[in-house]
């Protein structure tokens, strides 16, 4: 299946800050989804994005599909405790839609 | 609608013990999936099912089985149980759809120790 790359794997910001969390493909991918995990719990979807170039916000997060279909990002303002987690991206359909990436760890700092 | 159910949550097995996870939804999804979490590795695909009586390897499938004789169950088997089979479980389930409704519904997890 497609691979999806994950960067940064970890990121520790202070309470406060932004954050931003890159997902990239080598293929075009039909829609990346991105899922959060609080420690100790399950991956939980948050939002799918399917067209190119589309933006999509869920209030202080942003989540952006690039214009060539490749690749993706989502970005925090002003990161909260109840932010912390580890979040995955998933691209492509079918059973492409079954791989993750490795995630990027967010800790916080109060 | 309780979602995807897993059990058991916690499991303690010896080395070479067998044992079945059991993963069962009430979504009527077409998909499911099993994954294991380990320390900086991510989720990684031990097996799918894209509907009942297929199944097929993901990226880690060695020394795990799989059948899906219903849509609603999809347990993993564990033969020959060891310890780098030590490891956080999680199955999930999705629709199948034109490549745009794979949203993945996931179960609270099996948290497993080989001895």
């Known amino acids: 299946g497609q691979q999806v790359m994950q960067i940064p794997q970890y990121q520790h910001v202070q309470e406060g800050e932004d954050f931003t969390t890159y997902c990239n493909s080598s293929t075009t991918l039909s829609n990346i989804q991105w899922y959060k995990q609080r420690p100790g719990g399950h991956p939980v979807f948050l939002i799918q994005l399917v067209k190119s170039g589309e933006v999509k916000k869920q209030k202080r997060l942003t989540f952006q599909f690039g214009e060539a279909k490749k690749n993706s990002s989502l970005h925090i303002t002003a990161t909260q405790t109840t932010d912390v987690g580890t979040y995955f991206c998933?691209?492509?359909?079918?059973?492409?839609?079954?791989?993750f990436g490795k995630g990027t760890h967010l800790i916080i700092q109060p | 609608n309780a979602g995807v159910t897993q059990t058991p949550k916690f499991q303690v097995l010896k080395t070479g013990q067998s044992m079945t996870l059991q993963c069962a939804q009430d979504m009527n999804h077409e998909y499911m999936s099993w994954y294991r979490q380990d320390p900086g590795m991510g989720l990684r695909l031990i097996h799918y099912s894209v509907g009942a009586g297929i199944t097929d390897q993901g990226e880690v499938p060695n020394g795990y089985n799989v059948s899906r004789s219903t849509t609603e169950d999809f347990p993993l088997r564990l033969l020959s149980a060891a310890p780098s089979q030590t490891s956080v479980y999680f199955c999930?389930?999705?629709?199948?759809?034109?490549?745009?409704?794979?949203?993945?519904?996931f179960g609270a997890g099996t948290r497993l120790s080989v001895l």
């Open positions: 999930a389930s999705s629709y199948a759809g034109q490549g745009v409704k794979n949203i993945q519904y």
């Open positions: 998933s691209g492509g359909g079918g059973a492409d839609g079954l791989t």
